[in-house]
T-cell receptor, first 117, second 113 residues
Framework: GAVVSQHPSWVICKSGTSVKIECRSL??????MFWYRQFPKQSLMLMAT?????????EQGVEKDKFLINHASLTLSTLTVTSAHPEDSSFYIC?????????????FGPGTRLTVL | GNSVTQMEGPVTLSEEAFLTINCTYT??????LFWYVQYPGEGLQLLLK?????DKGSNKGFEATYRKETTSFHLEKGSVQVSDSAVYFC????????????FGQGTTLQVKP
């Protein structure tokens, strides 16, 4: 149980186009999901917290108009990279917060590799 | 602010060797501490956790003890296997328990037969 999927697993796009990445909790409901960005050989950087039915909370320095997050249901959050540029090329990882008793654990998706040409 | 520092990798060991991956943290209050593992091509998985000082988390032969006096949470395993080859991330969650995690930079472990 507690599986999180991401789609697509990798995407290549031209500069100036928009790309949507989906994050789904397959066997549990998640009111909260997180989006991370990971550069090669570096740590995961939290971009935003996505809450079902409300606006996402972005971390300092993350452009909310460039990285649009929609959490329309308890099992799906989407990240849209608008007007992508080569510097947006990265590995994007989502996680979903699931409860186990009194403790909430983050379950991670396998990530999406974005390459902007 | 809160931060996590891990020893740099890659770490290369022979099978059955002893493993230590150092992790230290900076945080206000009493954070919870975690080790995550990322196998090739897969998402991060929780390996073990500790929620208060002196707690020892353990799973699959891995152990880590929450040391508040040294602000450390070092990962250890007595005898590594080839299947342990992966990237290991130390992380903390602040006292406010919003669920947000702060990660270290990750340490790549390669175990050779």
């Amino acid at each position: 149980g507690a599986v999180v999927s991401q789609h697509p697993s990798w995407v290549i796009c031209k500069s100036g186009t928009s790309v949507k990445i989906e994050c789904r909790s397959l066997d549990f409901q998640a009111t909260t999901m997180f989006w991370y960005r990971q550069f090669p050989k570096q740590s995961l950087m939290l971009m935003a917290t996505s809450n079902e039915g409300s606006k996402a909370t972005y971390e300092q320095g993350v452009e909310k108009d460039k990285f649009l997050i929609n959490h329309a249901s308890l099992t799906l959050s989407t990240l849209t990279v608008t007007s992508a540029h080569p510097e947006d090329s990265s590995f994007y990882i989502c996680s979903a917060l699931g409860g186990r008793g009194s403790y909430n654990e983050q379950f991670f998706g396998p990530g999406t590799r974005l390459t902007v040409l | 602010g809160n931060s996590v520092t891990q020893m740099e990798g890659p770490v290369t060991l022979s099978e059955e060797a002893f493993l230590t991956i150092n992790c230290t943290y900076t945080a206000t209050g009493y954070p919870s501490l975690f080790w995550y593992v990322q196998y090739p091509g897969e998402g991060l998985q929780l390996l073990l956790k500790a929620t208060k000082a002196d707690d020892k988390g353990s799973n699959k032969g891995f152990e880590a003890t929450y040391r508040k006096e040294t602000t450390s949470f070092h990962l250890e395993k007595g005898s590594v296997q080839v299947s342990d080859s992966a990237v290991y991330f130390c992380a903390l969650s602040a006292t406010s328990n919003t669920g947000k995690l702060i990660f270290g930079q990750g340490t790549t472990l390669q175990v050779k037969p």
